[in-house]
């Protein structure tokens, strides 16, 4: 009789886990979300159902995927079968659906959302990336340039993740048109690590410069277009400050007769960021621009600024220069296989 009553009322259970328990309105394993559930014993004598908690008296925690919600299910019914009062809750996403049997009550406490501060932080180390990257190719270290497209590739699942999980909602006019605009940089980005590849496959060293100053303009406009700029620079202009003082009084080489090329340590001359100092990362062939990458604004912060100016408003520095801040990174030391 007992067994029978009990076979009877699990398969009561199962047949309403299967009909009511909506599993599409859980998350999919998209992007590693997950939601987290915790079962608590209910009061069998409370009248708020699954509101009815007793307090301090969690019995499991747990994160769960769809992939395991039936096997979550099946394990709780089961033990809630041999109970003889209280109820089992399921509390979905938008509704709760009450079985008779089991003194459980599984809950989902959070619904897991990407961390947009750790995925933001995550992208701004790949200017770390980038700084060893122009270090070691600087220095014509080939043998390490070419570890450089695989690590950075890793980065493609949190440019994507960012992209379409921080400007999702079309409710704000502009997020559709940042979507396209940072998949196009992203796009670019990776366009020319391809070159870079291909170059370095070459030892092709002017061609590797011009790869890497073009992902580096292209990641620059990324971390502008996404927001991921740690600071404001206040000054539109900085050539009001130079107008009372003669630029014979300014210290650095004539551009026309003594132009810098890659590895120079430069001042912007003239333009809105006169005064400014950096080094030069590629010169475009075509149009004779500079790609310099601005010295930092702010020491904490990893981001330096790419610029592509005409070549009469970049200068050699003259006199004796600490190096640049790429070569002062300590190179880590390689695995012996």
Not at 60 to 65: D, E, I, M, R
Request: hydrophobic share 40%; charged share 25%; proline share 6%.
């Amino acid at each position: 009789m007992f067994q029978t009553a009990f076979f009877a009322r699990l398969f009561t259970c199962c047949c309403y886990g299967c009909f009511l328990v909506n599993i599409s309105a859980l998350p999919s394993a998209r992007y590693r979300q997950q939601v987290v559930w915790k079962a608590y014993a209910v009061d069998p004598n409370s009248n708020e159902g699954a509101e009815g908690v007793v307090k301090n008296s969690e019995v499991l925690n747990g994160v769960f995927t769809r992939r395991d919600l039936f096997t979550t299910l099946s394990k709780s019914l089961v033990v809630g079968c041999g109970l003889s009062s209280g109820s089992f809750s399921f509390v979905g996403k938008s509704s709760a659906f009450d079985f008779t049997s089991g003194a459980l009550a599984v809950a989902p406490i959070d619904f897991g959302t990407p961390n947009f501060a750790t995925l933001a932080k995550k992208i701004r180390n790949v200017c770390i990336v980038m700084d060893e990257l122009q270090r070691d190719l600087q220095q014509e270290r080939w043998d390490l340039v070419e570890t450089y497209p695989g690590q950075l590739r890793s980065y493609i699942p949190i440019f994507t993740t960012y992209t379409d999980e921080m400007f999702a909602t079309d409710d704000v006019p502009s997020n559709k048109g940042l979507r396209v605009a940072l998949r196009y940089e992203v796009g670019r980005f990776f366009g020319a690590l391809e070159r870079l590849k291909q170059a370095t496959s070459r030892r092709d060293l002017d061609e590797a410069y011009i790869a890497y100053s073009n992902m580096a303009i292209h990641f620059d406009r990324y971390l502008k277009a996404g927001n991921l700029y740690t600071y404001v620079d206040p000054l539109v202009s900085t050539e009001p400050f130079f107008e009372k003082v003669n630029d014979s009084a300014l210290v650095y080489s004539d551009p026309k007769t003594d132009p810098p090329e890659v590895r120079d340590l430069v001042v912007l001359c003239k333009g809105p960021d006169k005064g400014k100092t950096g080094i030069v990362i590629g010169k475009f062939p075509e149009t004779r621009n500079f790609v310099v990458k601005m010295d930092k604004f702010n020491r904490s912060s990893p981001i330096r600024e790419i610029k592509v100016v005409p070549p009469l408003w970049v200068a050699k520095r003259l006199g004796e220069q600490d190096p640049d801040d790429v070569f002062l990174i300590p190179r880590k030391a390689r695995k012996k296989s």
